[in-house]
């Protein structure tokens, strides 16, 4: 018998942060299972996982044999959630950048407030970030911008990483279809729910920089995407989704 809801946390070193995060989601309100999705950890994540696990009945683990990318972490964790009948799916980071306690704002937004995919936002109410320098602020909120004008969505925080689906919107996404990794694939996974119609809620957070451990973020990252965006609206001028599970 599963929960409803699924937290996907992708890990590549986090062990300084694995604990506390499990254990601030598993005391929550409303329930979360929380899967991790490890990409062979050299720093032993998945080993205290692996401890946890006879604590926390809600936690599960998913190891990978290396690191092989954001996008395709999370989307090795839907397929996971979609051969079981969780009914909500989350992205959350695992450094507290993400504030466990707005899994439940996200949650109520597609719960009671009739979203489909509920993103928390950095930028939906001004800036809400905390000790990130200038530089990497004005080049996340440009990088929005620059998708909004490509693409023409109406999201602000469009490489959001902090989400919760409802599990048709994954269903009909196909996300093992989705081409760009890293912060492209946040913005194409936003894309094709817009295309295909679903209702888009941000919800306004405040993104805290992490305190422990190494952020895997880069400029180059940032540069993939925003070619990948170019090229995901151009395919998407001649091919447009269709929902099919309903």
């Given at each position: 018998m599963y929960m409803a809801n699924l937290v996907l946390i992708p890990t590549y070193n986090e062990r300084e942060n694995i604990s506390g995060i499990v254990r601030a989601i598993s005391g929550l309100s409303v329930p979360f299972e929380i899967l991790i999705?490890?990409?062979?950890?050299?720093?032993?994540?998945?080993?205290?996982?692996?401890?946890?696990?006879?604590?926390?009945?809600?936690?599960?683990?998913?190891?990978?044999?290396?690191?092989?990318?954001?996008?395709?972490?999370?989307i090795a964790g839907?397929?996971?959630?979609?051969?079981?009948?969780?009914?909500?799916?989350?992205?959350?980071?695992?450094d507290f950048s993400h504030n466990p306690k707005d899994l439940v704002r996200l949650w109520d937004a597609c719960e009671n407030g009739g979203a489909d995919l509920a993103i928390g936002s950095r930028y939906i109410s001004g800036v809400n970030v905390v000790n990130w320098p200038l530089g990497r602020?004005?080049?996340?909120?440009?990088?929005?911008?620059?998708v909004r004008l490509v693409t023409g969505m109406k999201i602000m925080d469009t490489t959001a990483g902090f989400k919760?689906?409802?599990?048709?919107?994954?269903?009909?996404?196909?996300?093992?279809?989705?081409?760009?990794?890293?912060?492209?694939?946040?913005?194409?996974?936003?894309?094709?729910?817009?295309?295909?119609?679903?209702?888009?809620v941000e919800v306004p957070i405040i993104f805290t920089d992490r305190k422990?451990?190494?952020?895997?973020?880069?400029?180059?990252?940032?540069?993939?995407?925003?070619?990948?965006v170019l090229r995901m609206k151009l395919v998407s001028i001649f091919k447009k989704p269709t929902r099919t599970v309903v």
């Amino acid at each position: 018998m599963y929960m409803a809801n699924l937290v996907l946390i992708p890990t590549y070193n986090e062990r300084e942060n694995i604990s506390g995060i499990v254990r601030a989601i598993s005391g929550l309100s409303v329930p979360f299972e929380i899967l991790i999705i490890d990409d062979n950890s050299p720093d032993g994540t998945a080993s205290i996982v692996k401890e946890m696990m006879t604590s926390f009945p809600n936690l599960h683990l998913l190891e990978r044999p290396g690191k092989m990318g954001l996008g395709r972490a999370y989307i090795a964790g839907f397929e996971w959630a979609l051969q079981r009948d969780y009914t909500y799916i989350f992205e959350m980071d695992a450094d507290f950048s993400h504030n466990p306690k707005d899994l439940v704002r996200l949650w109520d937004a597609c719960e009671n407030g009739g979203a489909d995919l509920a993103i928390g936002s950095r930028y939906i109410s001004g800036v809400n970030v905390v000790n990130w320098p200038l530089g990497r602020v004005l080049m996340s909120y440009i990088a929005s911008m620059y998708v909004r004008l490509v693409t023409g969505m109406k999201i602000m925080d469009t490489t959001a990483g902090f989400k919760c689906y409802r599990r048709e919107v994954l269903q009909n996404i196909k996300p093992e279809r989705i081409k760009l990794c890293g912060y492209g694939f946040q913005i194409e996974m936003k894309f094709i729910a817009w295309q295909l119609g679903y209702k888009i809620v941000e919800v306004p957070i405040i993104f805290t920089d992490r305190k422990a451990g190494t952020s895997k973020m880069s400029g180059s990252i940032f540069g993939e995407a925003m070619w990948g965006v170019l090229r995901m609206k151009l395919v998407s001028i001649f091919k447009k989704p269709t929902r099919t599970v309903v």
